[in-house]
């Protein structure tokens, strides 16, 4: 567990980069696009989230196949081939999805297909690294794009200072273009060396085959997590469509640390997975962790009256999305690694296109109700806790009990009591008292336990950084 708290604190780091790079992009981009440009900025983000489903499994293949193994211990000359294979099977897709933009007239199609083969080769390496464990060089990529953007960021707001959404979606494609070159000139380059094995073969598809349920199960789980933004954009207006992708660009940012915990766990999943025990800690964790994270709503709060009032409409939909974030962490960092780990690809596709069937069904009662932003996002946060509910029996040590289910029960009184009642500088501090004693009520040991091993963690990683620079 101690080597699982230290790779959290590794792409924690890198992660947390990327979290104040989205903070200043989130608060700066919508202030100087307006909402419409800054609507047409999100659709091409929510169309661009989806490029991940043309590599047909490929690259979730290669997650299942060398997930767990030493990175020392992968054939380089079997990786060559499969490198080479994504690099092809991309680049024809490429070409596809352009032609397909230029025929249809649709122009925001077309930077989503010159999206297609840096956003999944980018992805190929990514899925390497954490299925290896190598989360050192996960975190040095994962580095670039957030330092990239910033910059871009910066140069087009007060440099250009052209307020158009077809800036940033430029910028947005030309990084990607930049990190697939650095990976393919460095990490790349060492691979291209090694003889290679036939790039066309039977291995491949078999490797696409092992795959195509996660990626199916993950498209209908990229699926899930959007539906909101779809019913969103399709059926209310383009301010509303705004102010819904500003909540969701919100929720995105404290997201990105309940990731770091999420892919740090699968290496350990696959060598542990049968372990009652440490599944049960690790839940307990994250739901403290996730019941925490609320809090961080009240800076959203602060700030969007401070600067960003035209955005005020958001903060209802951030509010009831926040409430998620419990069941959203465990969802993530257990249950979606828990399928790959036991290689159940087929219950893992069945489970989430259930819970996609189940959201929408629920979204689309939402919008009969009341057409707005607020039962939308309600909806959502509902289908969150179905799936936390649903796929605790899948594994042991995760089952649901009484304990959890008045954790939670408390934890949503105090969330929206706090949130909805109060203003920010009141509710923040009743808030943390509020979910402080909750914790140490219902997980006493669970809570000191965490607090442990997360300082130890840091003590650790501050000691190693402080030997480096004397050496």
């Given at each position: 567990?101690?080597?699982?708290?230290?790779?959290?604190?590794?792409?924690?780091?890198?992660?947390?980069?990327?979290?104040?790079?989205g903070i200043v992009n989130g608060f700066l981009v919508p202030?100087?696009?307006?909402?419409?440009?800054?609507?047409?900025?999100?659709?091409?983000?929510?169309?661009?989230?989806?490029?991940?489903?043309?590599?047909?499994?490929?690259?979730?293949?290669?997650?299942?196949?060398?997930?767990?193994?030493?990175?020392?211990?992968?054939?380089?000359?079997?990786?060559?081939?499969?490198?080479?294979?994504?690099?092809?099977?991309?680049?024809?897709?490429?070409?596809?999805?352009?032609?397909?933009?230029?025929?249809?007239?649709?122009?925001?199609?077309?930077?989503?297909?010159?999206?297609?083969?840096?956003?999944?080769?980018?992805?190929?390496?990514?899925?390497?690294?954490?299925?290896?464990?190598?989360?050192?060089?996960?975190?040095?990529?994962?580095?670039?794009?957030?330092?990239?953007?910033?910059?871009?960021?910066?140069?087009?707001?007060?440099?250009?200072?052209?307020?158009?959404?077809?800036?940033?979606?430029?910028?947005?494609?030309?990084?990607?273009?930049?990190?697939?070159?650095?990976?393919?000139?460095?990490?790349?380059?060492?691979?291209?060396?090694?003889?290679?094995?036939?790039?066309?073969?039977?291995?491949?598809?078999?490797?696409?085959k092992v795959g195509i349920f996660i990626m199916i199960g993950?498209?209908?789980?990229?699926?899930?997590?959007?539906?909101?933004?779809?019913?969103?954009?399709?059926?209310?207006?383009?301010?509303?469509?705004?102010?819904?992708?500003?909540?969701?660009?919100?929720?995105?940012?404290?997201?990105?640390?309940?990731?770091?915990?999420?892919?740090?766990?699968?290496?350990?999943?696959?060598?542990?997975?049968?372990?009652?025990?440490?599944?049960?800690?690790?839940?307990?964790?994250?739901?403290?962790?996730?019941?925490?994270?609320?809090?961080?709503?009240?800076?959203?709060?602060?700030?969007?009256?401070?600067?960003?009032?035209?955005?005020?409409?958001?903060?209802?939909?951030?509010?009831?999305?926040?409430?998620?974030?419990?069941?959203?962490?465990?969802?993530?960092?257990?249950?979606?690694?828990?399928?790959?780990?036991?290689?159940?690809?087929?219950?893992?596709?069945?489970?989430?296109?259930?819970?996609?069937?189940?959201?929408?069904?629920?979204?689309?009662?939402?919008?009969?109700?009341?057409?707005?932003?607020?039962?939308?996002?309600?909806?959502?946060?509902?289908?969150?806790?179905?799936?936390?509910?649903?796929?605790?029996?899948?594994?042991?040590?995760?089952?649901?009990?009484?304990?959890?289910?008045?954790?939670?029960?408390?934890?949503?009184?105090?969330?929206?009591?706090?949130?909805?009642?109060?203003?920010?500088?009141?509710?923040?501090?009743?808030?943390?008292?509020?979910?402080?004693?909750?914790?140490?009520?219902?997980?006493?040991?669970?809570?000191?336990?965490?607090?442990?091993?997360?300082?130890?963690?840091?003590?650790?990683?501050?000691?190693?950084?402080?030997?480096?620079?004397?050496?």
């Open positions: 567990m101690s080597s699982v708290v230290s790779d959290i604190s590794k792409v924690f780091g890198s992660n947390f980069l990327v979290l104040v790079v202030r100087f696009l307006g909402i419409e440009e800054y609507a047409l900025f999100k659709t091409f983000g929510l169309y661009a989230g989806y490029v991940g489903i043309l590599h047909f499994g490929f690259i979730d293949g290669i997650y299942i196949k060398y997930g767990g193994m030493n990175r020392e211990y992968v054939p380089k000359s079997q990786l060559k081939a499969e490198l080479l294979f994504l690099l092809v099977f991309q680049s024809f897709m490429l070409i596809v999805g352009a032609i397909i933009g230029l025929a249809s007239g649709n122009m925001i199609l077309v930077p989503v297909a010159l999206s297609i083969l840096p956003a999944n080769v980018i992805t190929f390496f990514k899925f390497l690294y954490q299925a290896t464990g190598s989360f050192g060089q996960y975190a040095k990529i994962n580095s670039f794009a957030p330092i990239l953007n910033l910059t871009a960021t910066l140069t087009i707001v007060f440099l250009i200072s052209v307020r158009s959404a077809s800036l940033f979606i430029t910028s947005v494609v030309i990084i990607n273009y930049l990190i697939f070159s650095l990976l393919l000139l460095g990490r790349g380059r060492s691979i291209f060396n090694e003889e290679s094995n036939r790039v066309i073969s039977k291995s491949m598809f078999d490797t696409m993950n498209l209908s789980s990229m699926f899930f997590y959007s539906m909101d933004r779809w019913f969103v954009k399709i059926l209310l207006k383009t301010e509303d469509f705004a102010f819904y992708s500003f909540a969701t660009s919100m929720m995105g940012m404290v997201m990105i640390l309940v990731s770091s915990v999420a892919m740090t766990f699968y290496p350990m999943l696959v060598r542990r997975q049968e372990e009652e025990g440490l599944l049960r800690s690790l839940k307990s964790y994250l739901m403290i962790l996730g019941a925490f994270a609320g809090a961080a709503y009240f800076g959203f709060d602060f700030i969007v009256n401070l600067i960003l009032r035209d955005y005020l409409p958001s903060l209802e939909v951030i509010a009831i999305l926040f409430a998620g974030f419990p069941a959203i962490a465990v969802i993530n960092a257990i249950y979606v690694n828990m399928y790959k780990a036991q290689k159940v690809e087929k219950k893992y596709f069945f489970t989430v296109f259930g819970m996609v069937a189940f959201s929408f069904g629920l979204n689309a009662l939402a919008v009969i109700i009341n057409k707005s932003n607020w039962t939308i996002a309600a909806a959502t946060t509902i289908a969150f806790y179905f799936w936390f509910f649903f796929s605790s029996k899948d594994f042991k040590g995760t089952k649901t009990n009484l304990r959890e289910i008045a954790y939670l029960s408390a934890f949503l009184i105090v969330f929206f009591s706090t949130t909805r009642l109060l203003p920010w500088w009141l509710g923040l501090p009743l808030y943390l008292a509020g979910m402080l004693g909750i914790s140490l009520l219902f997980y006493k040991k669970e809570f000191f336990e965490l607090i442990r091993r997360v300082s130890g963690a840091l003590v650790k990683r501050v000691s190693t950084s402080k030997g480096e620079q004397n050496e």
